[in-house]
């Protein structure tokens, strides 16, 4: 039988908003916090972040800085970023403690998992990301560079462009997690979506050409892993969802061999 909510008082609104601020705050604070201690590595954090380009670049060829402020600015931005990356497990944590009470305590076991895998699948996009798409892509990118130009990136255009990929992959990668929500709040069944297959896989190209820039490469190299990442999220939820049928079949079973138990006339007759 299921739990009921740790609380099942209805907080006043006041309350809520009381709550949802603290938890607010606590991101901001941590964001902040990490920023300030990350910030005196700006300059080495956008070294490391433009490694992939830089080691395709021409000989002699260096990134160049078009704006005033750019210098200081770009890395000022990226470490911002870099900050916010890195305190998601934080920011993740204080939305879960305040949505945390109001959930049955079956589903605080199936949210924390999910949680977790969320959080390490977002990392897994933004690794996958620069350690495999950009070395393959900065190297084609270098490769049809046309004769007489000189490849010098701007440090700021860079800068939105690797950003767009890191969230593109990470949110690409969250993929499993959105598929399995669906197929254990009963959305949609497994059957449904794995006939769906042909339209996903198209939808998938069509989410990698706009949250991509407009070349196949890092399009393929975003919409193939999406798939991939579908697949296994059909495969978790069908593996849930028939462990969760079993667990209501023994529980219905249980349930009538006690109805039985108390009255014997609902036994069936030979």
């Known amino acids: ?34 920023f300030a201690g990350l910030f005196y590595f700006s300059q080495d954090i956008y070294a490391l972040v433009a490694a992939p380009l830089r080691a395709y670049l021409p000989a002699g060829a260096t990134m160049i800085a078009t704006g005033v402020a750019s210098p200081f600015l770009t890395p000022f931005k990226l470490t911002l970023m870099a900050a916010l990356f890195l305190s998601m497990p934080i920011i993740l944590q204080q939305i879960w403690s305040f949505i945390a009470p109001g959930l049955y305590q079956h589903e605080k076991r199936i949210a924390v998992p999910l949680l977790v895998s969320s959080i390490l699948l977002f990392y897994g996009g933004m690794a996958f990301a620069y350690f495999v ?19 010098m990136t701007d440090i700021g255009q860079y800068l939105d462009f690797v950003l767009t990929l890191f969230f593109a992959f990470g949110v690409a990668f969250e993929i499993p997690v959105a598929t399995f929500l669906l197929i254990w709040v009963g959305l949609v069944d497994v059957a449904t979506l794995r006939k769906s297959r042909p339209y996903v896989i198209v939808g998938c190209f069509a989410v990698g050409m706009v949250l991509t820039p407009p070349d196949v490469f890092s399009q393929t190299l975003l919409a193939v892993p999406m798939w991939l990442l579908f697949e296994a999220g059909v495969f978790c939820g069908s593996l849930v969802k028939r462990r969760a049928e079993h667990e209501e079949d023994a529980v219905a079973d249980r349930a009538e061999a006690e109805a039985r138990a108390e009255d014997p006339s609902l036994a069936p007759q030979p």
């Open 1 to 34: 039988m299921n739990r009921l909510p740790d609380s099942d008082q209805e907080m006043p609104l006041v309350s809520h908003l009381t709550e949802l601020r603290k938890r607010v705050l606590r991101s901001v604070v941590a964001v902040l916090l990490l």
């Open 133 to 151: 798409v950009f070395p393959i892509m900065f190297g084609f990118f270098a490769s049809v560079t046309p004769e007489g130009v000189a490849m």
